[in-house]
């Protein structure tokens, strides 16, 4: 029997579009548009799927705060997964809304991920854009984009099964 679940599969495929990253949070300092990533959403339980896209870019890399050659180190972006999927939580509240934080079992109490990087990543997530970047994986769009394309779709898989894997493969 296979194991009831939704599975997010963020790829490395580049998609049709851009996206907004900031320098800073808040949605301060520069701006600049970067590539989107094809990603999707299945339900094991109901069959039921659906596509997005994210951008991966963290904003270190982009504005020139980190060497391009530190990918996947601290405020880079999120390391690609290494042997096992990533474990996905729901967080949400008032102010920041719907959200998933991923981490690799081995580091669940401390909700963290090394992947294919060398550095344990804390508080990986992936929320709505367009926002600055620290690693986290921004659903493209804004809050009411994100809300219909993925919060709320993610939403009610979530009435069949609270397991969430996160699956982040390479850039092409």
């Known amino acids: 029997m296979r194991f009831k679940m939704i599975e997010i599969t963020i790829t490395g495929k580049v998609a049709p579009g851009k996206a907004l990253l900031y320098e800073k949070l808040g949605r301060q300092g ?3 548009f970067v590539p989107t990533y094809e990603a999707f959403a299945h339900c094991s339980i109901t069959g039921k799927q659906f596509s997005f896209t994210v951008t991966r870019d963290s904003s270190a890399h982009v504005f020139g705060e980190q060497p391009p050659e530190d990918r996947y180190g601290t405020n880079g972006e999120c390391p690609p997964c290494a042997n096992t999927p990533y474990i996905g939580s729901v967080r949400e509240d008032a102010k ?3 959200r998933i934080v991923f981490f690799e079992p081995e580091h669940r109490e401390v909700m963290g991920l090394v992947g294919r990087g060398t550095t344990l990543r804390k508080e990986m997530l992936i929320h709505f854009g367009a926002a600055a970047s620290f690693g986290c994986i921004m659903v493209a769009g804004w809050r009411r984009y994100y809300d219909r394309v993925f ?3 993610i939403k009610r898989m979530l009435v069949h099964t ?3 894997q ?4 390479p850039r092409d």
């Open 151 to 153: 919060a709320n779709p």
């Open 30 to 32: 520069k701006r600049k």
């Open 96 to 98: 920041k809304g719907f």
């Open 162 to 164: 609270d397991y969430i």
């Open 166 to 169: 996160v699956i982040v493969e």
